[in-house]
């Protein structure tokens, strides 16, 4: 039986796709659910799986084409016995049987050609062992004598310059729409920041002491940072809600919610997904979807409608040793809150040189929309809540 293989179903904010990696080739056995192609968006890498068990009978969209919502990429045979019949009929391989058997991507494969490579001296590093692009490159790189040999004169030319050898790769959907989002911001915003610093003793306190019970209560929810962050911001955010609106044309629209989005770092670009009413969210809830989404945004799992929306972004430079930065606007978004490496400081404390643990907070805000006043009484809000977290409970 033959079923056709579609594209998924894109939502309106996404006009197409991007074939990004067969992983089956026509002819090889798929199992019911098995994974077998990766669609690139602007927002997120969509997995096509198997209808049933059976074989791939024509690609009609390759790696690289663009494709439409719903669009036939591919053909497929159901049943088991297709898998053997269509082996059976295939061409005979003319290459060797240990490099037929390797995944190899198109462009590794071209190159291992131009430069006589066998791919099956090649270790590959992509996904089920798939030799890339730049595993060749790698290859050839350790094995100069081997590759100068058997090489045509030009290639000889360009890896006798050893370590000065470029590559040139494609940006991704996804990087493309990033750069496309923050020239947009940037061009279209009257963008400002206001910096702050914020004693992060207190929490460090409060956190040390109940990290332990936090944990056995909450089913193992580690007490993160994070999490008072979110609170502090909900708060704030409630107490000025201008900070939580946005333009749309000649209006504001204000927002009766507070939708915050967390910035999580993937390989291949930030992501922002959203913690929907996250005012009534508690620790443990806003610890533990954090936690979901770092590790589904690692794998590529996460859902596009996870991360449309949100009314105000947090982004945690921190993590990655940044002292201070300017974060750039998420819009629709009239503001954005940057947090930072935690150093310790002298700080004068009553009269007296005391050393604290100290983090620079940065309030990125559109400047049409939000005055300076409103912006800076935000971000001290978030530090005064910070600097004695009994606060955020008590909502005072």
């Known amino acids: 039986m033959s079923i056709e293989i579609k594209a998924p179903t894109f939502p309106e904010s996404v006009a197409d796709g991007t074939v990004a990696t067969w992983h089956k080739k026509p002819g090889e056995a798929v199992k019911r659910d098995e994974l077998i192609v990766d669609i690139e968006t602007d ?37 088991a016995v297709a898998a053997a019949a269509l082996a059976a009929v295939a061409p ?27 791919t099956a001296a090649v270790a590959g590093s992509g996904k089920d062992g798939r030799v890339t692009k730049e595993d060749v490159a790698n290859h050839l790189k350790s094995s100069p004598a081997v590759s100068a040999a058997a090489a045509p004169a030009p290639v000889v030319a360009i890896e006798a310059v050893g370590d000065r050898v470029e590559k040139r790769v494609p940006m991704t959907r996804l990087r493309k729409r ?5 020239l947009e911001a940037s061009s279209t915003t009257a963008m400002l920041t206001t910096f702050n610093e914020v004693n992060m003793a207190p929490v460090m306190a409060l956190r040390a002491k109940y990290k332990d019970q936090f944990e056995k209560a909450h089913n193992g929810s580690r007490l993160g940072f994070m999490s008072f962050f979110v609170k502090a911001a909900a708060e704030a955010l409630r107490r000025f809600p201008v900070v939580n ?6 209006d504001v629209v204000y927002h009766g919610y507070q939708d915050i989005g967390v910035a ?20 443990a809830t806003i610890e533990n979807t954090i936690r979901d989404f770092g590790l589904r945004a690692r794998d590529g799992k996460l859902g596009i409608e996870e ?16 002292l201070l930065s300017t974060p ?36 990125s805000y559109d400047h049409r ?17 910070l600097e004695d977290p009994a606060r955020i409970l008590l909502e005072i």
Request: aromatic share 4%.
């Open 43 to 79: 927002k997120v890498v969509l997995e096509v799986v198997a209808p049933a068990d059976g074989s791939i009978a024509e690609i009609i969209k390759g790696e690289g084409d663009t494709v439409l919502s719903n669009e036939v990429i591919a053909r497929f045979v159901e049943g």
């Open 92 to 118: 005979v391989e003319t290459k060797p049987a240990a490099t037929a058997e390797k995944l190899v991507n198109p462009a590794a494969r071209k190159m291992a050609e131009e430069n006589n490579v066998n």
């Open 178 to 182: 990033i750069a496309e989002r923050l």
């Open 245 to 250: 609106a946005s333009i749309d044309n000649n």
């Open 264 to 283: 999580v770092s993937t390989e291949k670009g930030l992501v922002v997904p959203v913690l929907r009413n996250a005012e009534n969210m508690s620790l």
């Open 307 to 322: 991360m449309s929306g949100g009314t105000f972004t947090i982004t945690n430079g921190g993590v990655f040793g940044s």
């Open 328 to 363: 750039i606007l998420n819009l629709p978004q009239s503001a954005i809150l940057g947090m930072h490496k935690i150093q310790e400081r002298p700080m004068a404390v009553n009269g007296k040189v005391e050393i604290l643990p100290m983090m620079y907070l940065a309030l």
């Open 369 to 385: 929309l939000l005055d300076g006043k409103e912006a800076v009484q935000f971000l001290v809000t978030i530090k005064d809540l």
